[in-house]
């Protein structure tokens, strides 16, 4: 058993060892004081469990240099943003290519022609649209869908991030009568009230699902075919068939937000194991962590967009930024889709992630912990909890916050870098075998300790 005494030895031991190590990132964060709110130039990265985050001087493959000299085994990979690997040559060659060619012109390009063919080939969806962030693509498909149906609600599952959208801020929380919804307090400077237009139910739950649906007010349902932002939370035998029947019975449009679950497969989830979705959103890795994102869309939802811009008048239409689809946005996913984003680049994810799992869940059993690993496609993580959650209540009950911050900390100082959120880790194209084997290995040892 892991006593609060051990976890508190343990990162009170692991911070010191941070600051020994990191002289740099420790002298750099001071001076950042100065000018930046925070300490940084965007408050995530206060995120790390470290003392303070560290600096990264490069990345290349699935490595991370600090300015302390630092070589880091990444299984972070800019959470999702570099899942296919820091820089990979062919977009590298892609991006410097661009910069001589002009960055923004708004105004279409030959690669973006090729790329509206790559995207439709990959993901099966014949019509697309550029955004600069995956953020941005939500809002418009929300604001598309409410305004081809007319319905003003959309439905989300609790636990659920779409990113910094508004519509989608809105959790079950525990009530007199159960659970009830409510706008979520963290939200800063939140004014309007989501629930009259915002449901939210928990994941896996058919009959919530079929309830709401078939009041027939609800523009869209916007969903993670799995969910990974609370955790991962997977999706129990026939519930996403009965997602896509549900819909398309009540005339309600099933969006999947894949910026993650583009790790499930080539196509993502719901190519590699269906249900085909009427929109699809895919943010982050597909430009390689250069800022940009797609959505797309069925042919009947491109009609019915049509009608709809006919109907209205001109004008702004409230989707969209001047950078939108901008020359390097578009080269860079050029690049990814065509050179780094194929068969067998997820075939290596595939089979690293496997050995990762299968050697997590051996130092779980030799130590005989009540843990359990999840995984999507090249996405693992280890659950400190012995059931895997069925909604996100469930996954939000099953965290130790400051168990995984601990054995995080442990794992940076050994050179091993986790994501900053619960335990997630990525693998790349690029990753080894032996990144695999240090990690598993490293895990081992700080867990013993923690045992001691």
Request: aromatic residues 6%; glycine residues 8%; hydrophobic residues 45%.
């Amino acid at each position: 058993m892991i006593t609060a005494a051990a976890i508190d030895r343990i990162a009170t031991r692991e911070a010191e060892a941070f600051r020994k190590a990191n002289p740099h990132s420790l002298a750099l964060a001071t001076k950042a004081q100065a000018n930046w709110f925070q300490g940084v130039p965007f408050h995530w990265m206060l995120d790390w469990p470290s003392p303070v985050p560290l600096v990264a001087a490069k990345a290349e493959g699935a490595t991370l240099t600090t300015v302390d000299g630092r070589v880091l085994d990444d299984f972070c990979l800019g959470d999702t943003a570099s899942m296919f690997g820091h820089s990979p040559k062919p977009l590298a060659d892609a991006l410097a290519r661009q910069a001589s060619e002009g960055l923004s012109y708004m105004l279409p390009t030959e690669r973006g022609v090729e790329l509206g063919e790559m995207l439709s080939a990959m993901f099966r969806l014949p019509r697309w649209q550029v955004t600069t962030t995956a953020s941005e693509a939500n809002r418009a498909v929300i604001r598309w869908c409410r305004g081809i149906t007319g319905r003003a609600k959309i439905l989300v599952f609790n636990g659920c991030y779409h990113g910094a959208v508004d519509d989608v801020f809105v959790d079950l929380k525990p009530h007199a009568s159960g659970w009830a919804p409510k706008v979520r307090a963290s939200v800063i400077g939140q004014v309007q009230d989501l629930l009259p237009t915002t449901t939210v139910i928990e994941f896996n739950d058919v009959a919530a699902l079929e309830r709401e649906l078939k009041r027939g007010d609800i523009a869209c349902v916007l969903a993670e075919p799995v969910m990974t932002n609370v955790g991962m939370v997977r999706d129990a035998p026939g519930y996403l068939d009965a997602l896509r029947r549900l819909c398309s019975e009540t005339g309600t449009i099933l969006v999947f937000d894949e910026t993650h679950t583009i790790s499930s497969g080539y196509g993502g989830h719901s190519n590699a194991y269906g249900p085909q979705p009427d929109m699809m959103v895919i943010g982050k890795s597909i430009g390689g962590g250069v800022p940009c994102a797609v959505y797309g869309f069925s042919q009947e939802i491109a009609e019915r967009m049509a009608a709809l811009n006919a109907s209205r008048p001109p004008g702004h239409s409230g989707i969209g930024t001047t950078l939108s689809a901008n020359a390097l946005a578009i080269s860079a996913m050029h690049a990814m889709l065509g050179q780094v984003i194929t068969h067998d680049a997820y075939r290596h994810m595939l089979e690293q992630a496997q050995r990762l799992v299968k050697g997590i869940e051996g130092v779980i059993a030799a130590h005989q912990l009540p843990w359990h690993v999840a995984q999507v496609g090249a996405r693992v993580e280890f659950v400190c909890a012995e059931k895997p959650p069925t909604n996100g209540s469930e996954a939000r009950a099953a965290m130790s916050h400051r168990l995984e911050a601990a054995i995080h900390l442990a794992l940076v100082n050994r050179g091993i870098l986790l994501a900053p959120f619960h335990n997630m880790m990525l693998l790349s194209p690029v990753t080894t075998d032996g990144q695999v084997d240090r990690l598993v290995h490293e895990l081992n040892t700080v867990i013993g300790e923690l045992l001691e």
